[in-house]
């Protein structure tokens, strides 16, 4: 696929996508490689303009360069949003109470440690969808675990009940609790869904991923 008709597929994709305000977003792609500018008006849209352009088929690689820009309003003071995230961490069930929560300028940074990725991805998606956030720094670490001899043998197994095409094309090492992978995948939907099997494997506390789009 060449870059142009590349570019027109996800800028259709950005347009047809209901979370999204793609006004003001602007795309270029040069052998792959997607850049993304321009500006949106809540940190939940710029995560979702980049989570719509890694399903498009054929990108490579995205350059984040989306500004929050929050129209008619005064910007959110930094205490507010800092109350509001302690809040919105003590209300949802999905992130510990452990998260400590830091704001400069609307981007919140959150700092603790937790027993599962899902955790640190929770806490995350749930402080990023509060008005006045810019972006967010997660610096959530996850708590070592006893690691199970089968470790390996259960993120390949998740892979081949998911994804049995890429499954065969995927290389998984394990050294104590972080999970090497290689290999070749089609889209950047699939390079999700393979770290999501090694992420999900009990022990795992770190995930290098050398995956290559085609």
Same mark, same amino acid.
């Given at each position: 696929m060449d870059d142009k008709t590349l570019r027109q597929h996800i800028v259709d994709e950005l347009e047809f996508d209901p979370r999204i305000d793609a006004a003001h977003i602007g795309v270029a792609v040069e052998e792959g490689v997607v850049t993304l500018t321009g500006h949106v008006p809540t940190y939940a849209q710029k995560v979702a303009a980049e989570r719509a352009t890694e399903g498009v088929k054929g $990108?490579? =690689?995205i350059a984040m360069e989306i500004e929050v820009r929050y129209p008619f309003e005064r910007p959110t003071a930094d205490d507010q949003i800092a109350r509001r995230a302690a809040d919105a961490l003590s209300w949802n069930l999905m992130p510990p109470h452990s998260v400590q929560v830091t704001v400069q300028k609307g981007w919140v940074k959150l700092i603790g440690k937790v027993d599962w990725n899902y955790q640190k991805l929770a806490a995350e998606s749930v402080v990023g969808n509060l008005d006045g956030v810019t972006g967010v720094t997660n610096c959530l670490e996850?708590?070592?675990?006893?690691?199970?001899?089968?470790?390996?043998?259960?993120? $390949?197994? =998740?892979?081949?009940?998911?994804?049995?095409?890429?499954?065969?094309?995927?290389?998984?090492?394990?050294?104590?609790g972080k999970v090497r992978l290689g290999g070749k995948v089609k889209n950047w939907s699939e390079r999700r869904l393979v770290e999501n099997a090694a992420w999900a494997a009990p022990g795992v506390t770190e995930v290098e991923d050398n995956l290559k789009v085609e």
């Amino acid at each position: 696929m060449d870059d142009k008709t590349l570019r027109q597929h996800i800028v259709d994709e950005l347009e047809f996508d209901p979370r999204i305000d793609a006004a003001h977003i602007g795309v270029a792609v040069e052998e792959g490689v997607v850049t993304l500018t321009g500006h949106v008006p809540t940190y939940a849209q710029k995560v979702a303009a980049e989570r719509a352009t890694e399903g498009v088929k054929g $990108v490579k =690689a995205i350059a984040m360069e989306i500004e929050v820009r929050y129209p008619f309003e005064r910007p959110t003071a930094d205490d507010q949003i800092a109350r509001r995230a302690a809040d919105a961490l003590s209300w949802n069930l999905m992130p510990p109470h452990s998260v400590q929560v830091t704001v400069q300028k609307g981007w919140v940074k959150l700092i603790g440690k937790v027993d599962w990725n899902y955790q640190k991805l929770a806490a995350e998606s749930v402080v990023g969808n509060l008005d006045g956030v810019t972006g967010v720094t997660n610096c959530l670490e996850l708590r070592p675990r006893a690691q199970p001899r089968d470790v390996k043998c259960k993120i $390949v197994a =998740a892979l081949h009940r998911s994804a049995q095409y890429e499954a065969n094309n995927i290389e998984v090492s394990v050294i104590g609790g972080k999970v090497r992978l290689g290999g070749k995948v089609k889209n950047w939907s699939e390079r999700r869904l393979v770290e999501n099997a090694a992420w999900a494997a009990p022990g795992v506390t770190e995930v290098e991923d050398n995956l290559k789009v085609e």
